[in-house]
């Protein structure tokens, strides 16, 4: 099957016409077209024909080879076959459908994944490039030619790090990066160490919040046992995040003004899970060394627990990044 992308931006082309956004000042007028895709030189994008299936979402070539496309806000048809050789899909919408093509089945490694309906939603060029690294999928230039089953037309899927640890401010975005790095995933357990927060309005709308931004088909742990959640895990893991489960840590041992002997033998078993992880980590937690000195002992206690916690973890990590203004900058 020999696909031709004319085009592989949104309705209005990257960058822009007339747009004054940073991203699309970033590029040069023309830079990508609107979204084309033409199969075996004769059938375009939305197809028909007696191969077409989906509401011409899908075409099977006549080699037997399938594509599909899906364009912003459109569902995998049910109508398709069980596994397809292309899939072309806006991954700024919503990446995690990726995820979810790949934990039905739909996507595998063989699959050649392709980006299009790109435009000014994501920063830059190299932006881009990142997030596909991490999602096993790629952008090609308007006017690519690929043909399915070709190892030139599949991204090679960047294996992620074993262990990836995120710090940041209050509202940096690092919760956000976390769940971006791991959007593709088709199994992904998110252990929430805050707890709903029924108590307290503000936080339990943070809480809904964090809940409604998740892919629906990830799974949920709320618990603050994380070394034993890590020893027993056996999909990829985000969590969200240190500085809650250390707070939390502190409550479970009265050591606001008490004995906090047992909370550094909690680190400790945490620390010891991290580094003995069977799956693919990615946590959250606090940069606690930029603000000022707390002004009580127990603030200053719980700073120093956490700096330390994060220095250890940092330690034995392979990516760590200290996010700032939504933007990761890997240390």
Known sequence: MKLLLPGTAGQAGWPVDGCPCASCARLPQGRRRPFELVVDDVARFPFTGERAFGDGLGLVGAGGEAVLCLPPDREPPADGPARYDVVV????DRPHRLGELRRAGLADDRTTVV????????????????????????????GTVLESGRASGRAVRERPPRRALLLGGSRSGKSAEAELRLAAEPYVTYVATGGDGA????WAARVRAHRERRPVHWDT?????????????????????????LA??????????????????????????????????????????????????????????????NEQLAAESEYVALVVAGRPLEL
Do not use: N, Q, Y
């Open 89 to 92: 899909l806006d991954l700024l």
């Open 115 to 142: 980006a299009a309906w790109l435009d000014h939603r994501i920063r830059s060029e190299d932006e881009l490039a990142r997030r596909l690294r991490l999602w096993g999928a790629v952008a090609v230039p308007d």
């Open 199 to 202: 108590a307290d309005g503000e």
């Open 221 to 245: 742990a709320e618990t603050t046992d994380l070394a034993a959640v890590i020893g027993a895990a056996s999909t990829p893991l985000l969590i969200d995040g240190l500085g809650t489960w």
């Open 248 to 309: 939390a840590v502190f409550d479970e041992h009265g050591a606001w003004d008490g004995d906090r002997a047992p909370v550094g033998r909690r680190c400790a078993e945490l620390v010891a899970a991290w580094r003995g992880t069977p799956v693919p980590l990615v946590a959250v937690s606090d940069e606690v060394g930029m603000g000022v000195v707390p002004a009580t002992s127990a603030g200053r206690a719980f700073r120093d627990a956490l700096g330390k916690l």
